[in-house]
């Protein structure tokens, strides 16, 4: 998007108002003032709300049915949409012509800003120039970090998926993994791939990839059963999804399998999996983050003009690891829902 002349012309806001919001998000929004105005004219908002002209923003991502992990991303989100005087709207579909179709409802809403995740690149190459044309902000989200600027869109915030998965070969390094399975539950998702890639690049010991339908559960559990079973070799299983790796802790009994299991994301559920041992650890991205800043930058894009990362450079949210040693003050949080 040419940034010098959006055909869109921007809402005049008073630079005290941005700077009043910017305040409390440093605050971690704080109600504590009770939406008492500040005096002279210092902060032009109330009750933690920017007073700012009303947006509304698009959200739109590649969501699986039943996948918790959008639920932290939408809670970002919709704390962001409340600090920022936000009309969110979300909608999501796993498959890429579909989630290309909502992008499309977007643009034709005209509304002030879309932000959108990149699993399939590809698929939402035409819809995102159509945002373009119209003069409609983008930002993108999750997973898309190698193609987001030739896309056109303003900015990003994710984690490096090929980083994260080599962070987590280096630390199933330092344990006694031999041989893993890397569990892909979406074909032609290429974040998920990238994990598997990562993890492949680093990790010592030998690395087997299986795919499995990450939509239907029973079957998930079925295959990596059959694979336990047909391998006694595999010593871990690596999984890209916190339900996916619950589901193969299960997967793990039935199959009589002496295998571990370690994973990318989290929800509460998962947390608590490490804190009982039967997940070794887990990377976080801190989806809640990602839902957060992306709504947030296109208030500030859209009322201040700003950039995260200067529209040039990714806002990296991970990875960080979860384990043992740091798992009971991150479950402070996964019990709130938010990490």
Same mark, same amino acid.
């Given at each position: ?12 806001a ?7 919001a910017?305040a409390?998000t ?10 008492k105005?500040?005096?002279e004219?210092a ?9 700012t ?8 991502t ?9 639920d932290?991303v939408?809670?970002?989100?919709q ?5 920022d005087n936000?009309?969110?709207?979300y ?5 890429a012509g ?10 034709d809403?005209?509304?002030d800003?879309?932000? =959108?995740? !990149?699993?399939k690149?590809?698929a939402?190459?035409?819809v /995102? %120039?159509k945002a $373009?044309?119209a +003069?409609?902000?983008? =930002?993108? !989200?999750n997973?898309g ?5 030739? /896309? %056109?869109?303003v $900015?990003?915030? +994710?984690?490096?998926?090929g980083?994260a998965?080599?962070a987590?070969?280096d630390?199933?390094?330092?344990t ?7 569990v ?6 290429v974040g998920?791939?990238q994990?598997c890639?990562?993890v ?13 339908n ?7 559990k ?7 079973k ?6 871990t ?6 339900p ?8 793990v009994?039935d ?8 994973t990318?994301?989290l929800?509460?559920?998962?947390v ?15 989806p809640y983050?990602q ?5 947030d930058?296109?208030?500030l ?14 806002v990296?949210t ?8 740091n ?10 829902g938010?990490?």
């Open positions: 998007m040419d940034r010098s002349s959006r055909s869109r012309s921007r809402r005049a008073p630079l005290v108002a941005v700077a009043a910017a409390l440093l605050a971690a929004c704080s109600s504590g003032s009770g939406g105005k500040a005096q004219g902060a032009n908002a109330s009750a933690g709300r920017a007073d002209p009303r947006m509304t923003v698009a959200l739109v590649h969501q699986a049915p039943g996948d918790t992990f959008w932290t939408r809670k970002g989100a704390a962001a949409a409340a600090k936000v009309k969110l709207v909608s999501a579909d796993p498959n579909n989630q290309a179709g909502l992008v499309q409802n977007a643009v809403q005209k509304v800003g879309i932000a =959108v995740t !990149l699993a690149p590809d939402m190459k035409g /995102l %120039g $373009e044309q +003069g409609i902000p983008v =930002v993108g !989200l997973s970090l190698s193609d987001w600027k030739k /896309l %056109g869109l $900015e990003f915030f +994710g984690q490096d998926e980083v998965g080599e987590f070969g630390k199933l390094d330092t006694p993994a031999k041989k893993i399975v890397c892909i539950q979406e074909q032609g998702n998920l791939t994990r890639d990562g492949r690049k680093t990790f010592k010991g030998t690395t087997e990839t299986l795919y499995v990450g939509t239907d559960m029973p079957s998930v079925s295959t990596i059963t059959a694979k336990l047909q391998d006694n070799s595999i010593d299983v690596v999984t890209l999804g916190a996916i790796a619950l589901t193969a802790t299960q997967s009994g199959a009589g399998s002496k295998a571990k299991v370690a990318f994301d929800n509460n559920r998962l608590k999996a490490v804190q009982n041992g039967s997940i070794e650890f887990a990377v976080d991205q801190q983050l839902g957060y800043l992306a709504v930058s296109l208030w894009y859209e009322n201040n003009g700003n950039y995260s990362g200067g529209g040039v450079q990714p990296l991970g990875p960080a690891f979860v384990d043992r040693s798992v009971d003050k991150i479950a402070e949080f996964a019990a709130k938010t990490r």
